[in-house]
């Protein structure tokens, strides 16, 4: 019954995951942490990532049906995360639960402020330098997406974005759709849909990494248990995503990332 609990909220949690493109990591993480206090960061963190990873997948194929990612720039970004995700796997097995909480809470309600400040403003980064390229899409709804952004510098911050991401455990999705919104001009719409594809490769290979070292051990069943919630709940939330609007995406992130962040410091502290 216990699992069956969980698969129905990772439903809800894959859905609204899906929605603002973060991958369910931001609401699964806290819910983790609160029911398993005396669990290590690195277990916990590995449950969030191998789950991201399933809601990643089912939210990658979702959007791509309505042909909204971006994908000549999401190969490029999800690969550059690589590298730091598998550091970020390895350093979090030696941080202390309470300063884990810490560090999520600071991180989670930064990205907030910094959302709430300019909420759908942006502040390109060298877009005319010689790495700038021109992205210009249309969904199966017919919305077009015309934006020109510095790749070059994209791929150099996503590895801190991979790193940060396996960490936290949240896959990348609050940092990487804020940074790619208000940093590199991608629509709201276009930002989400990338940053699940980036996901999927992201907490893949955190995932791969601690399971190698071991870390999910008797949360088996739990894993698989949530991960089949989000894979039902990808598909409910790129569904979603059609009738809400792109301002209403980043209220949406904003609220859940302060939530978030204000919980996990209360916690920590």
Avoid: C
């Amino acid at each position: 019954m216990d699992l069956v609990l969980w698969a129905v909220a990772a439903v809800v949690i894959g859905a609204f995951g899906t929605l603002v493109g973060v991958g369910g990591g931001i609401v699964l993480v806290p819910i983790l942490l609160f029911v398993y206090p005396s669990e290590s960061p690195g277990r916990l963190t590995a449950i969030s990532l191998a789950v991201v990873f399933a809601n990643a997948v089912s939210g990658s194929a979702a959007y791509f049906r309505l042909r909204r990612p971006d994908y000549r720039s999401g190969i490029v970004l999800a690969l550059a995360t690589i590298p730091g995700a598998v550091l970020g796997a390895i350093v979090v097995t030696a941080i202390p639960v309470k300063t884990f909480d810490l560090i999520m809470g600071i991180a989670l309600l930064a990205v907030a402020l910094r959302l709430l400040v300019s909420p759908g403003g942006t502040h390109p980064l060298l877009d005319q330098s010689a790495m700038s390229v021109h992205r210009h899409l249309v969904d199966t709804s017919g919305v077009v997406a015309d934006y020109r952004f510095n790749l070059g510098l994209a791929a150099l911050l996503s590895t801190g974005v991979g790193f940060l991401a396996s960490l936290l455990g949240v896959g990348g999705g609050i940092i990487q759709v804020p940074l790619l919104t208000i940093f590199f001009s991608f629509p709201a719409h276009v930002a989400t849909a990338t940053s699940q594809f980036v996901l999927m490769i992201t907490s893949a290979s955190a995932t791969v990494t601690h399971v190698l070292h071991g870390d999910l051990g008797r949360f088996v069943p739990l894993t698989l248990a949530l991960a089949a919630g989000m894979v039902v709940g990808g598909q409910l939330g790129a569904a979603l995503s059609r009738r809400v609007s792109a301002s209403g995406l980043i209220r949406l992130l904003t609220l859940a990332l302060a939530l978030a962040g204000v919980r996990l410091l209360v916690q920590g502290l």
